[in-house]
């Protein structure tokens, strides 16, 4: 049983990390839903292992093509980096003590849902991530800092903010993918060390199998939201966060 709800948390991990419709508030909602013992945000980082390798696999012309001609847009991913990864480590404590609660993840679901649809309607989408620069980046870079409250999602608020700079849809994920590579880097990793040590430390197999689904289904996520964007709108993900807010709601109300 143990094996089976990790595999299916991998499993939701890996499809709703590069999805805007928030990777954590998922996994925290479908543990109330199903009464699963909470493992904790330490746990639900060292998933993030998962979908960083598939990151790395699938995305890695962009690397390349970084490293060896287009170091400017390197350098645009370190520095929308910097904001994110502060405030990351200020309220980790905070963000898993005060802000994992069903309210306010059907809260921010809905809320940021239909300011990312507002976004991309009001946005010309007119400028390719070769084109864009440290204004840009920064703008994308500060957007990440609300990823930290569960229900806003990184990767929406990173299209919000790549929106708002008029980046086409595309490019907009492909940045916003590229930007969640040192952040999960670095969340991911030293969350995997503190279960490994950690006085309730977690089998390094059942962790193992975690990251496995995560990498799987990361890469599917991938190809789905680079595919889709070419040709529609983020419309969709507002509309299915909205209908998950009501849902959310609705199991609340009929819980009292």
Same mark, same amino acid.
């Given at each position: 049983?143990?094996?089976?709800?990790? &595999? +299916?948390?991998?499993?939701?991990?890996?499809? *709703?990390? #590069?999805?805007?419709?928030?990777?954590?508030?998922?996994?925290?909602?479908?543990?109330?839903? #199903?009464?699963?013992?909470?493992?904790?945000?330490?746990?639900?980082?060292?998933?993030?292992? %998962?979908?960083?390798?598939?990151?790395?696999?699938?995305?890695?012309?962009?690397?390349?093509?970084?490293?060896?001609?287009?170091?400017?847009?390197?350098? +645009?991913? @370190? !520095?929308?980096?910097?904001?994110? %990864?502060?405030?990351?480590?200020?309220?980790?404590? $905070?963000?898993? &003590?005060?802000?994992?609660?069903?309210?306010?993840?059907? !809260? *921010?679901?809905?809320?940021?849902? &239909?300011?990312?649809?507002?976004?991309?309607?009001?946005? /010309?989408?007119?400028?390719?991530?070769?084109?864009?620069?440290?204004?840009? $980046?920064?703008?994308?870079?500060? =957007?990440?800092?609300?990823?930290?409250?569960?229900?806003?999602?990184?990767?929406?608020?990173?299209?919000?903010?790549?929106?708002?700079?008029?980046? /086409?849809?595309?490019?907009? $994920?492909?940045?916003?993918?590229?930007?969640?590579?040192? &952040?999960?880097?670095? $969340?991911? %990793?030293?969350?995997?060390?503190?279960?490994?040590?950690?006085?309730?430390? @977690?089998?390094?197999?059942?962790?193992? !199998?975690?990251?496995?689904?995560? +990498?799987? #289904?990361?890469?599917?996520? !991938?190809? +789905?939201?680079? *595919?889709?964007?070419? /040709?529609?709108? =983020?419309?969709?993900? *507002?509309?299915?966060?909205?209908?998950?807010?009501? @849902?959310? @709601?609705?199991?609340?109300?009929?819980?009292?």
């Amino acid at each position: 049983m143990e094996a089976i709800r990790v &595999i +299916f948390l991998g499993a939701i991990q890996g499809l *709703t990390e #590069f999805i805007p419709v928030s990777s954590t508030a998922h996994l925290f909602l479908i543990r109330d839903f #199903f009464n699963w013992p909470d493992l904790g945000l330490s746990f639900d980082m060292s998933l993030h292992l %998962g979908t960083l390798l598939a990151l790395i696999i699938y995305m890695w012309r962009d690397w390349y093509n970084f490293l060896t001609k287009r170091r400017d847009l390197l350098f +645009f991913v @370190i !520095i929308a980096t910097i904001p994110g %990864g502060i405030v990351g480590f200020l309220l980790e404590n $905070a963000a898993e &003590i005060y802000f994992r609660s069903p309210l306010i993840i059907a !809260i *921010t679901l809905s809320l940021f849902g &239909i300011i990312l649809l507002l976004v991309d309607r009001w946005s /010309k989408h007119n400028i390719s991530m070769e084109n864009m620069g440290i204004k840009e $980046a920064l703008v994308i870079g500060l =957007s990440q800092i609300l990823a930290v409250i569960p229900g806003v999602s990184r990767s929406g608020a990173t299209l919000t903010g790549a929106f708002l700079c008029n980046l /086409k849809r595309e490019d907009g $994920a492909r940045f916003s993918f590229l930007l969640s590579l040192p &952040i999960i880097l670095g $969340a991911g %990793g030293l969350s995997f060390l503190k279960l490994l040590k950690g006085p309730e430390a @977690i089998p390094v197999n059942t962790i193992i !199998i975690g990251i496995l689904f995560s +990498f799987l #289904f990361g890469y599917l996520a !991938i190809h +789905f939201m680079l *595919t889709y964007l070419k /040709k529609h709108s =983020s419309n969709i993900f *507002t509309y299915y966060r909205l209908t998950l807010s009501f @849902i959310i @709601i609705i199991f609340l109300l009929n819980r009292r």
